[in-house]
């Protein structure tokens, strides 16, 4: 089952016009932080531009009633924060260690700029806490290209990152469930996460930025008072990481093969040509129904759509939590985030990852359990053609979509190139996954590319 009807448009959703003209998000971004500094409204953030739009334009005065996320940019520091000045005090935070309980964890021991902010190895999860031995439940994602995820919607997303008028299924949000709408709220999980760098908390975050080398380049940054009022602080810190992560040389220089291809400045060899075609060909991979991969009105493409689906990735048994057999992690619907418990049909959902630099990782799906890219598009083509191959057998019996309790596997999709059942041919010979791979290839940005083809060590 699908929670979009597969004839229906799966749009991108976008706050800024990226490609080309990638920095006009900072811009934006820089723009508000300076004008609502000093009268108070509250801006939106860049994935709400189009709420914001609609607002300005209409002629009714009307009290401006502000997106709740965008309160965040309301307060005003003592001193107005250049960008140059956020950009760098976020990126010492984001390589700081002393931010986290056990001293030795910084944002970037998981998301590693070698690895486009991706992991640097292929453990499924990563052990954080106190004393770096408490696994997480997920794979670590890459933040390159997620300048632009919009706020999360149950319902669909219109190529402008507004509600569509038809109901299009859910999309946006940070992380695999969607459950932090900005860059800012996220970057509080990691910081206080038990299973992270589990500070007690927000107050002993600050305390630990007030001891930081940098402390006097954040005063005069945001004001000599900043660390007097500690919401205030955390705000700093929050604002921060959020503009560094609105980098583009660091994470969206759109300088793939692939970019320079959309630009016109290169051609793909044939197989990758060839396997652009598979890409987009509804009877072949169908990838860019959920991956898109066209520039869509002057926006480069982020090969994703940001919606969510259920693709029934095997369980993975490495993961400690998962040696209870009656725990699932069920995305939408659990147990990460809690308000949707109540949605049967979210569960096993989970939203879809950029492929930008994706040959650079050796864990894939929320749950890293596969470690070989031609692994994972093997399972597109066989998840129900050969399910004996992906998934446990209890009882003799194979156990299809094991990381699903039975009551859900319903919810799982079953769109091309995923509808093939068993004795039907293949979406996908092995020539023409062989020329995919070569495609996938050509997604890798140039800084990333000599470095991108690691080797995938067991866990
Ligand atoms: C212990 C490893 C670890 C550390 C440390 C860590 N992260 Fe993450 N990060 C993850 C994992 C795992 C996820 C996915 C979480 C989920 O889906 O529930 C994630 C998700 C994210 C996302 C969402 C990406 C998306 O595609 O929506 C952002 C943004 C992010 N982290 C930023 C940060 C920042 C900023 C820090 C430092 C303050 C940080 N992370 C520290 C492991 C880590
Ligand atoms: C129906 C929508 C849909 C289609 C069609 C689709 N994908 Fe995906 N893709 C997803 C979702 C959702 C996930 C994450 C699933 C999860 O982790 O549970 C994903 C994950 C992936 C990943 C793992 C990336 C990572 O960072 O872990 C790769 C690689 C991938 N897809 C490639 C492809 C290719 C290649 C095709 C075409 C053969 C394709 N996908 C078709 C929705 C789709």
Redesign the pocket.
């Known amino acids: 089952m699908t929670h979009r009807s597969s004839s229906c448009d799966r749009r991108q959703a976008h706050g800024c016009r990226p490609g080309v003209i990638g920095p006009r998000c900072v811009t934006v971004l820089l723009a508000l932080i300076v004008s609502f500094s000093t009268d108070g409204r509250t801006p939106p953030t860049t994935a709400q531009t189009a709420p914001s739009r609609s607002a300005a334009s209409s002629n009714t005065p009307s009290a401006p009633t502000a997106p709740a996320a965008s309160a965040f940019y309301a307060d005003s520091f003592s001193t107005v924060p250049s960008l140059p000045a956020m950009t760098a005090l976020g990126r010492a935070l984001?390589f700081d260690p002393a931010?986290s309980a056990s001293g030795r964890?910084?944002?970037a021991?998981?998301?590693d700029p070698r690895f486009a902010y991706g992991p640097a190895d292929s453990k499924p999860?990563?052990n954080?806490g106190a004393g770096l031995k408490d696994p997480?439940?997920?794979?670590?994602?890459s933040?390159r290209y997620?300048q632009n995820?919009p706020p999360f919607t149950e319902r669909g997303l219109d190529a402008e990152g507004a509600l569509g008028s038809a109901d299009q299924g859910p999309a946006g949000g940070?992380?695999?469930?969607g459950r932090?709408n900005s860059?800012h709220d996220?970057?509080l999980l990691?910081?206080l996460s038990s299973?992270?760098?589990a500070n007690p908390s927000a107050d002993s975050v600050i305390a630990r930025v007030e001891r930081a080398s940098y402390a006097a380049t954040f005063r005069a940054t945001f004001g000599s008072d900043v660390f007097a009022d500690r919401a205030r602080a955390l705000k700093a810190v929050l604002l921060a990481?959020e503009v560094f992560?609105q980098s583009p040389a660091d994470f969206y220089p759109y300088s793939s093969r692939y970019d320079q291809w959309l630009r016109g400045r290169i051609q793909l060899n044939a197989q990758e040509q060839r396997g652009l075609v598979l890409f987009t060909a509804p009877d072949k991979g169908n990838c860019a129904q959920c991956h898109p991969s066209q520039i869509r009105r002057g926006s480069f493409p982020q090969f994703t759509d940001f919606g969510f689906n259920a693709l029934g990735v095997p369980r993975n048994r490495l993961i400690p939590a998962n040696s209870n057999a009656n725990f699932y992690d069920l995305g939408l619907c659990g147990p990460?985030r809690t308000d949707l418990m109540q949605h049967p049909e979210f569960c096993g959902l989970f939203r879809t990852?950029t492929l930008r630099n994706v040959a650079v990782r050796c864990v894939f799906f929320?749950n890293g359990t596969l470690h070989n890219l031609r692994e994972v598009l093997e399972f597109y083509v066989e998840r129900d053609l050969k399910p004996e191959r992906w998934y446990s057998a209890s009882n003799g019996r194979t156990q299809i979509y094991d990381d699903l309790p039975e009551r859900y596997r319903g919810n799982v999709d079953h769109e091309p190139p995923l509808n093939r059942m068993p004795g039907d041919q293949p979406a996908l010979s092995g020539a023409e996954i062989d020329d995919l791979l070569a495609f996938l290839q050509t997604l890798t940005d140039a800084d990333l590319a000599a470095g991108a083809t690691p080797a995938c060590r067991k866990p």
């Open positions: 984001f931010l964890m910084a944002c021991t998981c998301h999860v990563a954080g997480g439940l997920r794979a670590i994602p933040l997620t995820v940070r992380t695999w469930d932090a860059a996220q970057a990691p910081l299973f992270e760098m990481l992560q990460e990852p929320h």
